[in-house]
């Protein structure tokens, strides 16, 4: 087993290593550059020049990129273009508010929809499973940032329950962080519990249909025991791996409930900065986020290896 | 605009005596709370300042990428934080006239070619006080070879900055400008310490001192109990949170969280105005939509297809799509009804398919037009090319829109497109406007106008000190880029902000909204 999770390792790096390269050389493609995109509409030919030569934006790109790898390699992402302060300062807090949104999220919405997901296996094609499916389609089906003013319009501009701004700084107290940010959260949860929920119940009974749940039956268990203890094992392996995939979601793919929501995360920043072109930023952000979602991946394998008995003891 | 609208307007702009105002709101059959509200609102109630309270500002155009370095200002929320911090040489007051701030007077000599300014007794945040060497450095700092400063090109004039006294200010500048008063209140031109360069803690000689600051999400700032103007800074906290999104920015203000927003959604105002705790402030300005044929260019070298263009828009219409009507009708001359040298017997051009078909017989050569149209250009910019091209067709001209990404517009597109939609934020001056976009070796003379008349006619008009003069020049210079020019201009956007009722001393600015990015300052909160 240590072996497989080696393996898995050592194909991440690479991986890794693929990603940062696409990164670079597809930012290099991007029409305009920073000194463009920062001036807009007062740039001239002078003050564009200017810029460049002072950044070193006219070096080779080969070179560029080399110098970049072995920056990030040692946790150095230059400067960003646009403060010159390091990239790691500016992206740590914005990291951090991530983090905190997408655990507060995930601590929520994967116990719920795994419930969920169980619970509609065990009272499969009653009123309770399709009420739970229909409406975790119905939040799925909805565009996330419509949600969001929904929610907005009802929970905070008409009930004022929340607050409309999810302004975070770093000195706020747990518990009100937990407030603000409230509305963001059951957003983000409703947006990805459709998709474990569903996971969970169909591998659930496709387990269902074996043999060996009919001799469960046949020994005289009650339903939940048989889900709970002989089914839902040997169905973890998918449940994982789609668990893995909506968390990588929650940290790289929320720039639109973060905009709804005035929320300080990193996609709104990656977002300024491939609008400005300030690539040291875009960088990082993109190479963080391969970082996490390779990372969570192999996360999913390992537990998905380790569910597996075949593959736990091997011969 | 409704006439309940424009009557408020009105009174805020302080045209209107007190029993006018009412007297046309009873007619309206407006009630006399909301009525008295208005007033209140418009200073008539109560006009001392009083000090203390917070205030939220909710703030669009910001970005993670901004800095409060003056030189990198571009959009809103960089500069009205930079502003609450640190003054302007010389500021524009609501009615576009430029009045002292760290320059208390000054005095133009040698056919406004030498300037000299005294400098206003003031203290910075750290305790040293003003002197004019600080303010060569501040001035310097947007000058010289390899300047990034959008200020840049307005003091490019300038040959020579020098402290000649302790407390004054000797400017020249390579030729006359009796108009220098406005490249010199640039938004990007304020005043630090000499010698400073740490901007993510700037000092300044400002209303309120530097707290915190997160580029594109939030800046506070502390009342400066020392500053030298006792007419500014009435609040104790000033907390700006950056809402980019629009309707966010409706709840954000609708719900309380925030005291003032601007770049009101006028498709939504109605959610304002439902809420008598809140009040709208209009102000017409210079912002303007613009379609830039160039002139150097074919097929709009010729001066008859760019007649056949202008007859060919509705630009009623664009002035409702675009703006919601929150606006003015534009006459192909950027400089807006609201300056005081507008020429008013311009004759207005409007929608007429004869006159545009009868012109576009005319022209020759070919006719064939692109217009390459972008979001990047102004909201809405790619509907409102297809609406004008709706219009030009039943006017019997035919054009193709290209959509162009948004992404690079101002790079790859804007300048080199020979038909391309842009936009102006306008200018204080018209001279200024002029010399920006229309001088024939202007940076961003976008429709290529390049007449020799023209530009020898700015030259003078800038010389001229004496206004009975100077005002027939600019009116002149108006009326040739409207019959002749590339520049074909729909609508002017009107400045919506909106407040609570409790903030008093907000007056309209024609020049930018947030009272020109001073409402920091300002003023105060009245809870009563």
Redesign the interface.
């Known amino acids: 087993m240590l072996k497989l999770i080696g393996q898995r390792l050592a194909l991440g790096l690479v991986t890794l290593l693929l990603a940062s390269a696409l990164i670079f050389f597809t930012t290099t493609l ?3 550059d920073f000194a ?12 564009t ?3 460049r ?2 950044l070193g934006l006219d070096r080779p790109v080969l070179v560029r990129y080399l110098d970049w790898l072995s920056g990030a390699a040692h946790g150095d992402f230059g400067n ?4 010159h ?1 390091p990239v790691m300062e ?1 992206i740590r ?2 990291l951090a508010n991530t983090f905190f949104l997408a655990i507060y999220a995930a601590l929520v919405a994967v116990p719920l929809s795994v419930f969920l997901g169980i619970m509609a296996a065990i009272r499969q094609g009653t009123v309770f499973d399709r009420g739970v499916n229909v409406g975790a389609l119905l939040t799925i089906s909805v565009p996330e940032f419509f949600l969001g ?1 929904l929610l ?2 009802f929970l ?2 008409h009930y ?1 329950i929340f ?3 999810s ?1 975070v ?1 770093p000195s706020m107290p747990l518990y009100t962080r937990l407030y603000v940010t409230f509305l963001p959260m059951i957003t983000l949860v409703l947006v990805i519990v459709a998709h474990m929920m569903r996971m969970t119940r169909a591998s659930v009974l496709q387990v269902m249909a074996s043999p060996y749940i009919e001799m469960a039956y046949l020994k005289g268990l009650p339903k939940w025991r048989v889900v709970v203890q002989h089914a839902l094992p040997n169905a973890l392996a998918p449940i994982v791996n789609v668990i893995a995939l909506n968390l990588a979601y929650l940290v790289v793919g929320v720039v639109v409930v973060e ?4 929320y ?1 995360g990193m996609g ?2 990656l977002v ?2 491939v ?2 072109r ?1 690539i040291p ?1 875009v960088l990082a952000c993109g190479l963080i986020f391969a970082v996490v979602f390779i990372a969570l991946n192999i996360l999913a394998d390992v537990l998905s290896i380790m569910s597996n008995p075949r593959l736990r003891h091997p011969r | 605009m409704d006439r309940w609208e424009e009557l408020q307007q009105a009174a805020l702009n302080g045209r209107l005596s007190r029993r006018q105002f009412m007297a046309r709101a009873a007619a309206l059959g407006v009630t006399t709370s909301l009525a008295t509200g208005v007033l209140a609102k418009a200073g008539y109630a109560d006009d001392t300042p009083k000090q203390g309270g917070t205030l939220n500002i909710g703030i669009a155009g910001g970005s993670t990428t901004d800095s409060l370095d003056p030189t990198t200002y571009t959009d809103s929320m960089a500069f009205n934080v930079a502003f609450a911090i640190m003054n302007q040489l010389v500021e524009t007051d609501p009615n576009n006239k430029q009045i002292p701030s760290l320059f208390k007077s000054w005095e133009a000599s040698d056919g406004a070619t030498k300037w000299v300014f005294k400098v206003q007794e003031a203290t910075f945040h750290n305790g040293k006080s003003l002197d004019a060497e600080d303010i060569v450095y501040s001035i310097n700092l947007h000058r010289g070879e390899g300047s990034k400063s959008g200020a840049a090109s307005g003091l490019k004039p300038i040959t020579d900055v020098k402290a000649t006294d302790k407390m004054e200010v000797t400017i020249t500048l390579s030729e006359g400008d009796a108009d220098f008063l406005y490249p010199i209140s640039d938004y990007h031109v304020l005043v630090v310490p000499k010698d400073f360069k740490d901007w993510s803690h700037p000092i300044g000689t400002g209303a309120y001192t530097f707290d915190s600051y997160q580029p594109g999400v939030s800046a506070s700032v502390k009342r400066y109990a020392d500053h030298w103007n006792k007419e500014r800074g009435h609040v104790d906290e000033v907390n700006f949170t950056c809402i980019n999104d629009t309707a966010q920015r409706m709840n954000a203000i609708v719900s309380g969280q925030v005291d003032i927003i601007h770049r009101v959604d006028t498709a939504t105002i109605d959610l304002i105005k439902a809420v008598p705790t809140l009040a709208l402030v209009m102000a017409h300005g210079g912002y303007h939509a613009i379609y830039a044929a160039r002139c150097d260019m074919d097929p709009f070298k010729d001066p008859n297809l760019r007649k056949a263009v202008k007859y060919a828009i509705d630009r009623e219409q664009l002035l409702k799509a675009l703006f919601n009507g929150y606006g003015a009708i534009g006459n192909d001359s950027p400089i807006p009804p609201s300056d005081p040298y507008f020429n008013k017997d311009l004759e207005q051009t409007k929608y007429d398919p004869d006159k545009a078909k009868f012109y576009l017989k005319k022209a020759t050569g070919t006719t064939k037009i692109v217009l390459s149209a972008s979001d990047a250009a102004f909201n809405g910019a790619v509907d409102a090319a297809l609406l004008f091209q709706a219009n030009a067709k039943a006017a019997g001209l035919d054009f193709d829109v290209k959509k162009e990404p948004a992404d690079g517009f101002w790079d790859n597109v804007w300048l080199k497109a020979p038909f391309c939609e842009s936009y102006w934020g306008g200018r204080p001056a018209a001279t200024q406007m002029f010399t920006t976009a229309y001088k024939s070796d202007a940076a961003w003379n976008e429709t290529g106008y390049k007449v020799e008349a023209f530009d020898k006619l700015l030259a003078e008009a800038k010389k001229t000190v004496e206004e009975d003069k100077r005002a027939p020049m600019i009116k002149e210079l108006q009326k040739m880029v409207h019959d002749d020019g590339g520049a074909i201009i729909p609508a002017f956007k009107d400045w919506v902000d909106a407040t609570a009722t409790k903030v008093k001393g907000y007056k309209p600015h024609s020049m930018f909204d947030l009272c020109n990015g001073r409402a920091a300052e300002k003023v105060w909160i009245d809870e009563a």
């Open positions: 991007l029409p305009g463009s995109a920062m001036l807009g509409q007062q740039a001239t030919a002078e003050n020049a200017a810029i030569a002072e960003s273009l646009a403060s302060r500016e807090p914005r003013y907005l319009m905070a501009a004022r607050p409309v701004l302004v700084n905009r709804v929501f005035v300080p709104q920043m300024d900065a609008a400005k300030n930023t």
